[in-house]
């Protein structure tokens, strides 16, 4: 037997994504990211780095947000998964995050959109009303090569005052 | 008729993509559909002695694995197509599919495995036993000029494979006189592109209607279109290029690759849909970068600063093959003048082969480069003076008087090189003002005497846009009444479909999320040249105006001969031609449309060819020139090396605005990758030529702790095009490394530090400071 031949082993996970309950049948080394994307077609999750530092396949998981790109689809059996694809309201109204960013024109090319998304997401949920300085720190381990990032923060800080009024 | 123009005007383009729902390349599904993976060479130069495919194709779920043999059987050739332009590359150089028995480079591809995912495809990548002879390499570019330099290909006789000179004037004796002069070495480096998404091809080939359908995140889908079609010899009508949505380019998805060559031939062979996408260590790897320049210059200039002469060499690092003509080479040449006079001036680049990955422009295109140098030069005459740097500045830029200019220099084309608008002065005095630049000396004085560091620098640029042939826009009201655009440039996150929604909106009365844009489907309109050069606002923009109003006109001609009014009592509002003076006497645009698809057997209206469509070309005649003044104030850590940028600004000109959200937006994505050239992005390679940078924890992208905020002040002047459009997509790019390595220079005033490189990182700032 060759060193790279693969003894691949097969489990069914059980998890809840995006508020659905979902079963798969996964390859152990199969990544979250890869297990959404192709597994469950929620393309929307990307995937810019498979090493863990560009920050574009972040996703929730039980409201944390982690890089699904290290993450194995067998380590979050029974947990609760929240894409990109789980932000808008069911009768299709954007959040108010997704909303900003369309305002502020926080995406060009919208490929570490997703990933930007999720990360404000939990920071948003943690920090109500956070300062410039305090963005910046929350999505530094977010790379986008378009906008700059200002335009980022200026649509995390207006949906941050708009979350605020909502509540 | 009101004009949208110039409005702020939100994305259309964002709503797929805040939702998830936009197609990436990588999203795309296709049922029966295999995936690829690439085996790679670890080494720069080797030779292959054998290839041992048997324990890959053992593993299950492979289905076959293409090497050379298989190309060259099936096509007869190994070369890829190549555009030579003027430059005419040795035959060594010229890039090829699959390489027979001699890699060059980290990174080229040997074999593609075809697999029923992608997991088992790199099993079966790493199952592959290649036994390799190593050969020596190349890898300073400066190295391979040397008399007893190895060669980077075993069939080359030299290394320094071509040589542009840009020459006018007679600078020699302007260094024999009683002129100032120093001389400077600068050296330079430029990474890799890094889009956030990397490359990616689908090909799907149907055997029973000898069609070839290929999805590719690239720049250029009408240039990919053309070469398989050469390639396979299939007429353009059965081969269809299809962009999906791209996530960035930046000059990377602008080359056409052997891997999407090889994907597409592995379809047509095994007659099933097939799938390759790139992944970050490939995008290192594989996909072009910009990288290392060895600049000398000297200068002559008089006791007020007055330049006379520039002359100099440059060598750049070109990589193991070249795979278009030598563009960078030839920008870095043509461009150090800038916006500046230069009275006399000889520029040598010498473009030297290294046994690395292929270097093709990366936003900005060898303007950067060229930019710094001039800039540099600016910076080292004002402290020989001991005149302001900004003055200096205004002292040789080319006033608004003499613009028109011409530089004695012939363009690419062949044409003369005339800067066709601009204010450089007014941009700069402007930039001066706004950024309080008189005033910054005395808040540089208390804070050292608090013992900070800060600096300012400023800077001017001045880069070629909307690059022709051509560009088309075809614009169509369809028997639905709905606006559809179709267009050869390639949407990658510039706004595209908006402006051109936009330009569109303002001439049939409609809102611009009314009108669809179909971005590089080679199938619905047949030629077309793609993403690059900061082009598409100018070549297309100009293209979808010129269509739509032809289309309008059409709508208006036919809507007068069925509503028995003269054209001029009509006007197009709400999806429907009106009288101006009753607006119950209308015409939706669908029973326009209709009408001009005609019924059997009567004929159309006079004066009205069939279909209420147009298809436009635009071709430039002449260039558009835009230019930009950036300020940057930094603050440096003397002990860490840390620089901080706390402001930013810039004076940009890029004519007529079509949509200043947008301009906006990629003038401050261009500063960010200039910030990026300035202080951290290194590709770096071994001194055998071993990539010693593959992953983003070496490779430092700027973050959102690295990038300021980019105040934005506009100052245009209108380019000679229909709208008066210039492009954007570089301009931020090109002065921003000059801007800041000036700020951090003059920060360290104090240590007389003198800044000869770019990037510059913490640690070498701390040994500068040193020394």
Same mark, same amino acid.
């Given at each position: 037997m060759?060193?790279t031949?693969?003894?691949?082993t097969?489990s069914?996970v059980?998890?809840e994504?995006?508020?659905?309950?979902?079963?798969v049948e996964?390859?152990h080394?199969?990544?979250l990211?890869d297990?959404l994307?192709h597994?469950?077609?929620?393309?929307?999750? *990307?995937?810019?780095?498979? *090493?863990?530092?560009?920050?574009?396949c972040t996703?929730l998981?039980?409201?944390?947000?982690?890089?699904?790109?290290l993450t194995?689809?067998v380590?979050?059996?029974?947990?609760?998964?929240?894409?990109?694809?789980?932000?808008?309201e069911?009768?299709g109204?954007? *959040?108010?995050?997704q909303?900003?960013?369309?305002?502020? *024109?926080?995406l060009?090319?919208?490929?570490?959109?997703p990933?930007?998304l %999720?990360?404000? %997401?939990?920071?948003?949920?943690?920090?109500q009303?956070?300062t410039?300085?305090?963005?910046r720190?929350?999505?530094?381990?977010?790379?986008?090569?378009?906008?700059?990032?200002?335009s980022?923060?200026?649509?995390a800080?207006?949906?941050?005052?708009?979350?605020?009024q909502s509540? | 008729?009101?004009?949208?123009i110039?409005?702020?005007?939100n994305?259309?383009?964002?709503? +797929?993509?805040l939702?998830?729902q936009?197609?990436?390349?990588d999203?795309?599904?296709?049922?029966?559909m295999k995936?690829?993976?690439f085996l790679?060479?670890?080494?720069?130069?080797?030779?292959?002695?054998s290839?041992?495919?048997?324990?890959?194709?053992?593993?299950?779920?492979?289905?076959t694995i293409?090497?050379?043999?298989?190309?060259?059987?099936?096509?007869?050739?190994n070369?890829?197509?190549?555009?030579?332009?003027?430059?005419?590359?040795?035959k060594?150089s010229y890039?090829?599919i699959?390489p027979?028995?001699?890699?060059?480079?980290?990174?080229?591809?040997?074999?593609?495995?075809?697999?029923?995912?992608r997991?088992?495809?790199?099993?079966?990548? =790493?199952a592959?036993r290649v036994?390799y002879?190593?050969?020596?390499?190349?890898?300073?570019?400066?190295?391979?000029?040397?008399?007893?330099?190895?060669?980077?290909?075993?069939?080359?006789?030299?290394?320094?494979? &071509?040589?542009?000179?840009a020459?006018? #004037?007679?600078?020699d004796?302007?260094? =024999?006189?009683?002129?100032?002069?120093?001389?400077?070495s600068l050296?330079?480096?430029?990474?890799?592109?890094h889009?956030?998404e990397?490359?990616?091809?689908i090909?799907s080939?149907?055997?029973?209607?000898?069609?070839?359908?290929?999805?590719s995140?690239t720049?250029?889908?009408?240039?990919?279109?053309?070469?398989?079609?050469?390639?396979?010899?299939?007429?353009e009508e059965y081969?269809?290029?299809i962009?999906?949505?791209?996530g960035?380019?930046?000059?990377?998805k602008?080359?056409?690759?052997?891997?999407e060559?090889i994907v597409?031939?592995?379809?047509r062979?095994l #007659?099933c849909?097939?799938?390759? +996408?790139?992944?970050?260590?490939?995008h290192?790897l594989?996909?072009?970068?910009?990288?290392?320049?060895?600049?000398s210059?000297e200068?002559?200039?008089?006791s007020n600063?007055i330049?006379?002469?520039i002359?100099? +060499?440059?060598?750049?690092?070109?990589g193991?093959?070249t795979l278009a003509?030598? =563009?960078?080479?030839?920008?870095?040449?043509?461009a150090?003048?800038?916006p500046?006079?230069?009275?006399n001036?000889?520029?040598?680049?010498k473009?030297?082969e290294?046994?690395?990955?292929a270097?093709?422009?990366?936003?900005?295109?060898?303007?950067?480069?060229?930019?710094f140098?001039?800039?540099?030069?600016?910076?080292?005459i004002?402290?020989?003076?001991g005149?302001?740097?900004a003055?200096i500045?205004?002292?040789?830029?080319i006033?608004?008087?003499r613009?028109?200019?011409?530089?004695?220099?012939?363009?690419?084309?062949?044409?003369?090189m005339?800067?066709?608008? !601009?204010?450089?002065?007014g941009?700069?005095?402007h930039a001066l003002?706004?950024?309080?630049y008189?005033e910054?000396?005395?808040?540089q004085?208390?804070?050292l005497?608090e !013992?900070?560091?800060?600096g300012?620098?400023?800077?001017n640029?001045?880069?070629?846009?909307?690059?022709?042939?051509?560009e088309g826009?075809?614009v169509?009201?369809?028997?639905t009444?709905?606006v559809?655009?179709?267009?050869?440039?390639?949407?990658?996150?510039q &706004?595209?479909?908006?402006?051109?929604a936009?330009i569109?909106?303002t001439?049939?009365?409609?809102?611009?999320?009314?009108?669809?844009?179909?971005?590089?489907?080679t199938s619905?309109?047949m030629?077309g040249?793609?993403?690059?050069?900061?082009?598409?606002?100018?070549?297309?923009?100009?293209?979808v105006?010129?269509?739509?109003?032809?289309?309008?006109?059409?709508a208006?001609?036919?809507?007068?001969?069925?509503?028995e009014r003269?054209?001029?009592d009509?006007?197009l509002?709400? #999806?429907?031609?009106?009288?101006?003076?009753?607006?119950t006497i209308n015409l939706?645009?669908?029973e326009?449309?209709?009408?001009?698809?005609?019924a059997?057997g009567?004929p159309?209206?006079?004066?009205?060819?069939?279909?209420?469509?147009?298809t436009?070309?635009?071709?430039?005649?002449n260039l558009?020139?835009?230019?930009a003044s950036h300020?940057?104030e930094?603050?440096?850590?003397?002990?860490? !090396?840390?620089?901080s940028?706390?402001?930013?600004?810039?004076?940009?000109?890029?004519?007529?605005?079509? =949509?200043?959200v947008?301009?906006?937006?990629?003038?401050?994505?261009?500063v960010?990758?200039?910030?990026?050239?300035?202080?951290?992005e290194?590709?770096?390679?071994?001194?055998?030529?071993?990539?010693?940078?593959?992953?983003?924890?070496?490779?430092?992208l700027?973050?959102?702790?690295?990038?300021?905020?980019?105040e934005i002040?506009?100052?245009?002047?209108?380019?000679?095009n229909?709208?008066?459009?210039? &492009?954007?997509?570089?301009?931020?790019t090109?002065c921003?490394?000059?801007?800041?390595i000036?700020?951090?220079?003059?920060?360290?005033?104090?240590?007389?530090?003198?800044i000869?490189?770019?990037p510059i990182?913490?640690?070498r700032l701390?040994?500068?400071?040193?020394?």
């Open positions: 060759t060193d031949e693969q003894i691949s097969i069914r059980s998890l994504v995006n508020g659905v309950s979902r079963e996964v390859e080394r199969l990544t990211a297990c994307r597994k469950l077609n929620l393309t929307g999750t *990307h995937i810019g780095c498979e *090493h863990g530092a560009c920050g574009s996703v998981v039980d409201k944390r947000a982690r890089r699904s790109c194995l689809a380590q979050v059996e029974g947990a609760s998964i929240l894409t990109v694809e789980g932000l808008a069911p009768n109204d954007l *959040h108010p995050l909303t900003a960013f369309h305002n502020n *024109h926080g060009q090319c919208g490929f570490c959109t990933g930007l %999720m990360t404000l %997401m939990e920071f948003l949920s943690e920090n009303d956070p410039e300085d305090e963005v720190e929350a999505i530094s381990g977010n790379l986008c090569r378009c906008t700059g990032y200002q980022i923060v200026g649509s800080i207006q949906a941050a005052s708009i979350l605020r509540r | 008729m009101d004009t949208l110039g409005e702020n005007r994305r259309l383009e964002d709503f +797929t993509l939702r998830g936009a197609i990436f390349l999203d795309i599904k296709i049922p029966l995936e690829c993976a790679r060479s670890p080494h720069p130069h080797a030779l292959i002695k290839i041992d495919l048997a324990p890959a194709l053992k593993i299950p779920g492979v289905e293409f090497l050379y043999d298989d190309i060259v059987s099936f096509f007869g050739t070369q890829m197509p190549f555009d030579q332009g003027d430059f005419v590359a040795p060594w890039p090829i699959l027979q028995y001699e890699v060059c480079f980290v990174g080229e591809a040997i074999a593609m495995v075809v697999a029923e995912n997991y088992i495809a790199e099993d079966a990548v =790493n592959i036994d002879e190593p050969l020596p390499a190349v890898s300073d570019c400066r190295d391979g000029l040397r008399n007893d330099s190895c060669f980077v290909h075993q069939s080359s006789n030299r290394n320094e494979i &071509g040589s542009i000179i020459t006018y #004037g007679d600078c004796p302007c260094f =024999n006189s009683e002129l100032f002069s120093f001389s400077l050296k330079q480096h430029r990474g890799g592109a889009p956030m990397g490359r990616g091809v090909a080939y149907d055997p029973k209607n000898k069609f070839m359908c290929v999805w995140s720049q250029k889908p009408h240039k990919l279109r053309n070469v398989l079609s050469e390639l396979f010899q299939m007429e081969v269809r290029v962009l999906p949505e791209v960035g380019g930046f000059g990377a602008a080359a056409i690759y052997p891997e060559l597409a031939f592995a379809s062979k #007659g849909p097939l799938k390759w +996408t790139e992944d970050r260590r490939e290192f594989s996909a072009i970068q910009e990288r290392d320049q060895y600049w210059v200068v002559a200039f008089d600063g330049l006379a002469a002359r100099g +060499t440059a060598i750049h690092d070109q193991a093959y003509e030598f =563009n960078i080479p030839y920008n870095c040449a043509y150090v003048p800038g500046y006079i230069v009275p001036y000889h520029m040598e680049v473009v030297v290294t046994n690395k990955v270097t093709v422009p990366v936003r900005g295109a060898g303007f950067p480069e060229a930019n140098v001039m800039e540099r030069i600016m910076d080292h004002a402290n020989d003076l005149i302001d740097r003055e500045r205004r002292r040789n830029l006033p608004v008087d613009i028109p200019y011409e530089v004695p220099l012939k363009a690419r084309d062949g044409k003369p005339i800067y066709d608008s !601009g204010d450089f002065i941009c700069l005095d003002k706004v950024s309080s008189q910054f000396s005395s808040q004085q208390a804070a005497a !013992g900070r560091y800060i300012i620098g400023v800077s640029m001045l880069k070629v846009t909307g690059r022709g042939p051509f826009g075809m169509k009201i369809s028997r009444g709905t559809t655009i179709a267009t050869g440039a390639a949407a990658m996150g &706004g595209t479909k908006t402006f051109l936009t569109c909106a001439e049939l009365g409609l809102c611009p999320s009314q009108i669809k844009v179909i971005t590089g489907d619905l309109i030629h040249v793609g993403g690059f050069a900061s082009r598409q606002a100018v070549t297309a923009g100009n293209a105006h010129l269509a739509s109003r032809q289309v309008r006109q059409k208006l001609l036919v809507s007068s001969h069925i509503l003269p054209a001029d009509l006007y509002a709400d #999806g429907k031609v009106q009288d101006k003076k009753d607006s939706p645009f669908s326009i449309s209709k009408a001009c698809s005609g059997k009567y159309l209206p006079d004066g009205v060819a069939p279909g209420l469509e147009k436009v070309y635009f071709e430039p005649k558009a020139y835009a230019n300020v940057a930094v603050e440096v850590d003397t002990d860490t !090396g840390y620089v940028i706390n402001k930013y600004l810039v004076i940009n000109d890029s004519g007529r605005i079509i =949509n200043p947008i301009v906006n937006g990629q003038i401050r994505g261009g960010a990758h200039g910030i990026g050239n300035a202080l951290l290194w590709m770096g390679y071994d001194g055998d030529a071993q990539p010693v940078v593959t992953t983003f924890a070496e490779y430092l700027p973050t959102s702790n690295d990038v300021p905020n980019i002040y506009h100052f245009p002047t209108l380019a000679k229909p709208i008066g459009v210039k &492009g954007v997509g570089e301009v931020g090109i921003a490394a000059a801007t800041v000036s700020a951090v220079e003059n920060a360290l005033r104090p240590f007389n530090v003198q000869s490189e770019a990182s913490p640690e701390v040994e500068l400071i040193h020394q």
